[in-house]
């Protein structure tokens, strides 16, 4: 069915390195993606998001790719630090019986920073 | 301030009671979504509304009714509560449904003992 999942459940980053958290849809009719930053206790927060007519999009600090071949979405932090500590989310469009479309999340991330 | 609020923060209730989760947002957006969050897991999809009254199912919607009279307020009720439904509850609002990023609250906890 449609879903949208992630490759690592954690990952463990050494402070400044840069990070990488993949993604995988299912669904090829999804024309909108989105990454979201969820820390203990808050709600999701938006990060950064990109259309399916981009392969690329860049924010500060993070940057996200989108490959529709493979249907595969990634998102890259820079000099990873200490408050990027958090669950990272993907998330995806699907179009909804009344044709208003809704947004579907992946199970999410956690990133860890080693000092 | 502008912004999306749910109460209560945290509820206890007991299995079979009703319960109603408020959310209430400031910015005028035509969509609002329930989202349940269980433990170490992802967001799932409960209903969402693209207007006043106008709601859809999402992806767990059994057990769970929703109202939209007003644009501003998206009432979340389970109408007799069950353990399963132990979960933290989030409310959101876009400007455009699935084409514009979700503005989140920051949660109800309930617990269903």
């Known amino acids: 069915g449609e879903s949208v999942g992630l490759h690592l459940p954690t990952l463990s980053v050494q402070e400044g390195d840069n990070s990488i958290i993949n993604c995988a849809y299912s669904n090829s009719a999804s024309d909108y993606f989105i990454w979201y930053k969820q820390e203990s206790g808050k709600g999701p927060q938006f990060i950064i998001d990109?259309?399916?007519?981009?392969d690329k999009r860049q924010g500060q600090r993070v940057t996200v790719l989108l490959n529709k071949t493979v249907k595969h979405l990634s998102l890259q932090i820079a000099a990873t630090q200490p408050g990027d500590s958090a669950v990272y989310f993907c998330?995806?469009?699907?179009?909804?019986?009344?044709?208003?479309?809704?947004?579907?999340f992946g199970s999410g991330t956690r990133l860890s920073i080693r000092p | 301030d502008a912004g999306i609020t749910q109460s209560p923060r945290y509820k206890i209730t007991e299995t079979g009671r009703q319960v109603t989760l408020m959310c209430h947002q400031t910015w005028s957006h035509s969509y609002m979504f329930w989202y349940r969050q269980d433990l170490g897991h992802g967001l799932r999809l409960i209903y969402y509304?693209?207007?006043?009254?106008?709601?859809d199912k999402g992806e767990v919607p059994d057990g769970y009714v929703v109202s939209r009279s007003k644009t501003e307020n998206f009432p979340l009720t389970l109408e007799s509560a069950t353990r399963s439904q132990t979960s933290v509850y989030f409310c959101a609002s876009s400007e455009r449904g699935g084409d514009s990023p979700l503005h989140f609250g920051n949660g109800t906890r309930l617990t269903v003992t």
């Open positions: 990109i259309r399916s007519n981009m």
């Open positions: 509304s693209a207007a006043a009254d106008i709601t």
């Open positions: 998330a995806e469009n699907i179009e909804g019986y009344s044709s208003a479309s809704k947004i579907i």
